[in-house]
Nanobody, 123 residues
Framework: QVQLVESGGGLVQAGGSLRLSCAPS????????MGWFRQAPGKEREFVAAISSTGGNTRYADSVKGRFAISRDNAENTVYLQMNSLKPEDTAVYYC????????????????WGQGTQVTVSS
């Protein structure tokens, strides 16, 4: 029974960058598919990016392609979301999630979630 913990959120001006991290609360030797989702006030939770267990495959929402990059370091038990060229519409709580099957863009397919980290992009 492992919890996910996100970090790295904060305040940034439009055009700036942030790097989010997600790690389990305790070291694990299982490496599931990992996804990032976000939820803005009054909006549905939406898919951002996902990465396969070995990092060999990634997928991005159209809204973040070319700006965000997901990566993982299994030796460190950490998944990252590098966010560049941030826009005000990227403002949301960002959640890390895990599942034991392949990449999915649906939040309902993920089994384990972090508590979220706030990203706020100002004009």
């Amino acid at each position: 029974q492992v919890q996910l913990v996100e970090s790295g959120g904060g305040l940034v001006q439009a055009g700036g960058s942030l790097r989010l991290s997600c790690a389990p609360s305790r070291r694990t030797f299982s490496y599931p598919t990992m996804g990032w989702f976000r939820q803005a006030p009054g909006k549905e939770r939406e898919f951002v990016a996902a990465i396969s267990s070995t990092g060999g495959n990634t997928r991005y929402a159209d809204s973040v392609k070319g700006r965000f990059a997901i990566s993982r370091d299994n030796a460190e038990n950490t998944v990252y979301l590098q966010m560049n060229s941030l826009k005000p519409e990227d403002t949301a709580v960002y959640y890390c999630a895990a599942r034991f099957l392949g990449i999915s863009t649906y939040s309902r397919d993920y089994n384990t979630w972090g508590q979220g980290t706030q990203v706020t992009v100002s004009s």
